[in-house]
Structures are given as C-alpha cells and as structure tokens.
C-alpha cells in the first residue's frame, strides 16, 4: 500500500520559493495501479522522485507498507533508505538507462544481484513473458526502443519489488510500440501484485489502470477508474 498525506513541495530559485506539490493526498492499494498526467512542470517527475527517496518534501506523510514492512519515508535513515530502494523499489524511465557493455540478461540480474533476491526461474518467465528471452545474450544497442524498454521493465520488476514507479516509460516509442509495452508493464505488475505509479502524456496508456488522476495546481485529481 502506498499512502501519501498533506504532501508539500517546493523549490527555491535565486529569487523566490516555488510551490510545486500542494497538500498532496492519495491512498493505492497493495498492487493496484493509478496513472497520473499532467501539463509540462505540473510536478509529476518532482512527486516521483520524493517516492524514490531521491528528495524530500518540506512536509507531509509518505509511507510505503507490504505486509509487515512499513516505510516511513520521510523518517528513514541511509541504510533503511538503500535497503528500499533496493528491495521494495523498481524504476522505469523514458530513456532506458541500461548498461550497454553488458548483456540483455546481466542488466536484468543486476538489482535481483544487489537485493540478494535471486530467483532464476522467476527471471526466466519474466523475460518470456516479456517476450525478450530469445536476446538474453545480446547487448542492448542490438535491441529496438521497444525491444529495450521492456528489458529496463525486466530489470525494475526482477528483485520483485513491492512499487514500480515509471515515468513515461513509452515516452520514445511509437504508438504501436507504447500500447504494447504499457500494457506488459501494467498486466506484469497486476501478476506480481507490485503497485504501479505511471507518469504518462499519453490519455491511451492512462486509460490501462486501475486509477487515472491529474496532477493540477499541486495536487492529485481523479479523473476516472475502471
Ligand atoms: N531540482 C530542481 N530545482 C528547481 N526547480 C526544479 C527542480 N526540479 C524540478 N523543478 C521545477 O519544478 C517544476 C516541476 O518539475 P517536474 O520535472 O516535476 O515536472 P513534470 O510534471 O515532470 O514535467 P514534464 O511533463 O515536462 O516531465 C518545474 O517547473 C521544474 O522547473
Ligand atoms: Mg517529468
């Protein structure tokens, strides 16, 4: 479960204090999924980051639980904030971020290698269910954008993690390309129970969760749900 309360956010320039999330609320059940959109700036990257602990907000509550493990992320120490992001946590971005001197299958071991939570034959049907089996040995620069994303969706759902966060992860793919590997990234975490956060400009892609908010003036707004 992934539960934010009275989220601020701000940031300060040379000259003034930019507000960018404002008393942000949301609740989402333990493998559900909500999608957020949002104009250019509205803050979804700045939210997204808070939830990797790669920032912190000015106030509020951010709190990741599964089963008996409660993250209180604004209260973690280094250690506690390394052990989430390595074992509750998967990324996705809109550049693939992979290591290209390794192979497809290395680049996907790596988080499941620093987890200590290595399940092969889990990985095996990961990498068939997204359809990359057959290029494990290869390197990512012989792959399409397509063909790469979905190894960065095996690499952030391959230590099983407890909350994938993407942000427009089909961002630089086709629409062909963007409807097929949203909705593995979508169907894969409803698989795994992992609670999906996915930052999208695409209405199309929004529409494949279970939750469609907005992000206006600082805050989160439901626009439809399934
Ligand atoms: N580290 C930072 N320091 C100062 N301002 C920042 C910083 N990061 C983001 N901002 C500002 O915060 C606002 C929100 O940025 P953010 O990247 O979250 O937007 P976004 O909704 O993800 O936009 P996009 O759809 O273009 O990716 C922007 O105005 C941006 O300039
Ligand atoms: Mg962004």
């Not at 009275?6 to 000259?15: H, R, V």
């Not at 998967?90 to 192979?103: A, E, H, M, P, W």
């Not at 095996?124 to 397509?146: D, M, R």
Request: net charge negative; aromatic share 4%; hydrophobic share 35%.
């Amino acid at each position: 479960m992934l539960s934010i309360k009275n989220l601020y956010k701000s940031y300060q320039d040379a000259e003034e204090t930019r507000l960018i999330l404002q008393d942000l609320s949301i609740e989402v059940a333990q493998g559900a999924s909500i999608s957020i959109q949002g104009e250019s700036g509205s803050g979804k990257s700045t939210l997204l980051h808070l939830l990797a602990t790669l920032d912190k907000p000015d106030s509020g509550e951010l709190i990741v639980q599964s089963g008996e493990q409660r993250f209180n992320l604004l209260n973690l120490s280094e250690s506690q904030a390394d052990e989430y992001r390595k074992r509750q946590l998967g990324i996705i971005f809109q550049k693939y971020n992979l290591i290209d001197c390794i192979s497809v299958y290395e680049n996907v071991l790596l988080p499941a290698h620093l987890s200590q939570k290595l399940d092969p034959s889990y990985l095996q049907g990961l990498l068939s269910t997204l359809g990359i089996a057959v290029y494990k040995h290869k390197l990512p620069e012989q792959l399409s954008g397509g063909e790469q994303q979905r190894v960065a969706i095996a690499r952030a759902l391959a230590h099983q993690p407890q909350l994938v966060l993407a942000d427009e992860p089909t961002g630089n793919l086709d629409h062909k390309n963007a409807a097929i590997v949203s909705r593995l990234l979508v169907d894969t975490c409803k698989q795994l129970n992992t609670t999906l956060v996915l930052v999208t400009h695409s209405e199309k892609v929004a529409n494949l969760t279970d939750y469609q908010y907005r992000l206006v003036n600082g805050a989160l707004q439901l626009s439809s749900s399934k």
